[in-house]
């Protein structure tokens, strides 16, 4: 079965009507669907997504119930959270290569590139330290 590994930058499109890029976003996630390619995400990606979420209930930009709808939509998407031998390492060697500051997006790539697959990303500054080496990286609003 073919796979994408998915990044919290597009998931959160997926859910909140107030971000950019939205519709690109759902339309990556309609065609995963129409093409029975399955989602996966490292473990930080629950983290990060709730994180997103926590930050805009925090500053008033979304109500408890309207956070609370959020996870549950987010939930019920069905991203696999995938954790794979050797994952963090690769993480942090690509971090490294690409002069980052953190392995947060270092491991969504890390984990696509274990798996084989195409890691989509709304992260323009992480995808353009990488795209000239790593084409397995693909960046939503210029594939969508």
């Known amino acids: 079965m073919l796979e994408w590994c998915i990044d919290a930058s597009v998931a959160v499109k997926w859910v909140l009507r107030d971000e950019m890029w939205r519709k690109k976003a759902r339309r990556l996630l309609y065609d995963s669907i129409m093409l029975n390619i399955s989602l996966i995400a490292p473990p930080l990606f629950e ?69 084989g697959c195409e890691f989509w990303t709304a992260d323009k500054v992480f995808y353009d330290a990488v795209k000239s080496t790593l084409p397995f990286i693909k960046y939503l609003t210029a594939n969508y």
Do not use: H, P, W
């Not at 939930?75 to 994952?87: A, H, L, R």
């Open 47 to 115: 983290y990060e997504t709730d994180s997103v979420l926590q930050e805009r209930l925090y500053f008033g930009k979304l109500t408890v119930t309207e956070a609370d709808t959020a996870i549950e939509k987010l939930n019920s998407i069905g991203v696999q959270i995938v954790n794979e031998t050797n994952m963090i390492k690769c993480a942090r060697d690509i971090a490294r290569c690409f002069n980052q500051t953190k392995i947060y997006d270092s491991a969504y790539a890390a984990l696509a590139q274990i798996r």
